[in-house]
């Protein structure tokens, strides 16, 4: 480390930013001779970056396809929209095996999303909040890592964030779902009662839906459920597989005077969903007509509908309806491990659904989440008025992995959904406000100026367990009315266009081997002052690019994003939930969300960094943050030995 | 001696429509007919079958292993033993249960890693495996389950 006395001074582009702007928040690392060394290497890392696009992990996939012969399956992971399940897709970078150390391993587990303490966990089930405490249940297998044997978890929280677990709620032991307890809603009824519909795998392999009520209504934590004796409720209709019946939804209650549910299905490779009627919850008429039909979307699983306030300020109740009230239908694509959503009317009178536009259909238009997402359920959350939705992020690892760390699966940070009145063509989702309880303490920065080609280290301290809020203003460089043709989320973050991409690095370490670009890139960008001839329609990407997210050659890493509305009085806004191996993006307040699963292997601990970047060719970027360090919630056994 | 015509034209038609949407058309035919049951299986059926014969590929592949971990141990080969018990523990049951309990969608997440892990062990000698034979024909039959699940959702 001789040279580095001869460094002092010497990052030329931090350095010269800041000469160059007076009362500029400096950026100077200070102190430590490592600490410049550290700058040195970032802007090595970073010629790196710009200069040796080439030298990735997608490039690398695409060397080793050219020198296999069976093709079949070393293929190179699915592009930017699709996000297919990682399970299907090889992704062969490296050639020397890869050894897991349990601290790479423990670090991988998160500080405040919810997962049980071992095993596999998948779909949400059933959340309501009940006598002051919010209960979740989920498809968990109490035996193993991967998925099998699934039985109900159960949790509760005061506040969606601190979760105490609970033994099984729903076990599979009567005929009606020996062979699987698996998804399904709870009603709350006017006077008080919870009734909870679920689908049940039956002995002789056909699906069915279940009635099952606490064994105690008075019991805040609703240990225990009984199953209705005369089960099942709800058994495929003719026409309909005996494999092809499932997840049932809340029911509402309508002006005929009935409750009325719906459940997901199929025909000839038409998703579709079934309506049922019901007064008591054990005799169901089935209507004649389906709620809505989707040609070429398969199965439907998981399916979800609810009314929307179109003035978009608070959560509905599932009953509610009326002139001001929109409905969303949302389905989980078996075919493709997608959940789509869509905004439409519903026609109370004959029970029927159609989206506002037909482009943007179920299962053909708009995601709930573009990233590593499935099986979401929402619920009415009664105690604060808001609709709360659940969604399963699955691991994007090796199966491997999963057994010797012995869990798999999270599920997201309980999100708020609201219409978007501004575009009319969204929905918003948020994280809860609860989880600001876990904030710790906090730096901001503001107006910090990223030049083309750049890195800025963010100094927070430790960048594992994050709430980030950020956002960004475009200073155009060069002539104006420049059009470039790269559009979307393109190959990732190497790839540079006039107007992107931009944004932060998370799980990222000093030397750059391993991090995780979230960015914005726009597909043109104009100065409205003195250029009103651009007729160009700018659109802006959002994205989160996991192709170097680790080192390690058994993970899947995919560039996840979609196009996100952006108005002309906004500015571009993110925020960011860092939480070890889960990243949580949300775009524009919420219109576009990116969930993502991260491995590193050296961007771990106290090797985990965050920086800004740049690497749009002809714009500065401004950015200003607010970043907290949060807490662990916690989550644990509910304390039935305390005295308390 | 002659094979007894044990399949009536009805049921070889499933096995070879269903072969035919795998991407190893002649390995699945053969290795399905290979099980008794076969003849009369339906679609799910044939897939518990195909789950029959990862088991016993995975059987072969951890038999070779262990006679190597004798003979020239080696860290590629520490790692292929636990991929492959990891198959063994993790993605053949999970594989077996999904088919039999109708979600054929963990049937195709298990067979799919079953075919990753094989992949990368075979990857872990850097050219020099000895063990392609068997990484192949795990990975082969994984990947025809796998076509198997996806016809099932």
Redesign the interface.
Known sequence: MEGIEDDVGHVPLLEAEEEEEEGRRPLRLRGSYLGIFGSTVFLVSMAALIIYQGHDYYDEAKIENKGNNNN???KVPRGVAEGV?A??????S??????WTNAMLSWQRTAFHFQPERNWMNDPNGPLFHKGWYHLFYQYNPF??????ITWGHAVSRDLIHWLYLPEAIVRDMWFDI??AWSGSATLLPGGEIVMLYTG?THQ?V?VQNLAYPADASDPLLLNWVKYAKNPVMVPPPGIG??DFRDPTTAWFGPDNKWTLTLGSMLNDSGLSLVYKTTDFINYELNDHFLHVVPGT??WECVDFYPVSINGSVGLDTSANGPGVKHVLKASL??T?LDYYAIGTYFIENDTWIPDDPDLDVGIGLRLDYGKYYASKSFYDQNKQRRVLWGWINESD???A???KGWASLQTIPRTVLYDKKTGTNLLQWPVEEIESLRLSSHEFKELLVKPGTVVPLHIGPATQLDIIAEFEIELLGSEGIVNNVEGCGVGAVERSAFGPFGILAIANDQLSELTPIYFRLSNYGNGTSTTTTTTTTSTSFCVDETRSSKA??VSKQVFGSKVPVLNDEKLSLRVLVDHSIIESFAQGGRTVISSRVYPTEAIYGAARLFLFNNATDINIKASLKIWQLNSAFIRPFPFHDTQ | MTSLPSITLGDEKLIESTCRQT??FNLCVQSLKSFPGSATADVRGLGLIMVKVMQSKANDAINKIRELQRSAPS??LT??A??Y??IV???I??AN??F????P??A???A??A???A???E??F??RSPLTQQNNAM?DVA?IT?AIARQ??
Do not use: H
């Not at chain 2, 039999?100 to 979600?103: F, Q, T």
């Open positions: 079949n399956y070393n399940s399970k299907s897709n090889s992704f062969l490296e050639t020397t095996p890869y050894n193993s890592a991967v998925w099998g044997n062979n699987g795998y392999q699906q005996p494999n398969g199965m078996d075919d491990k090796s199966e491997v999963d057994i010797t050659p058994d | 991407p190893n860290p590629a790692s292929c636990s991929k018990n990891a523990v993790g993605d049951p999970e249960e999904a039999s309990k109708g979600m969608k963990f195709e997440n298990g799919n890693d075919a990753n892990e992949t990368f062990c990857n872990g850097n050219g990975r990947a796998a099932l959702l």
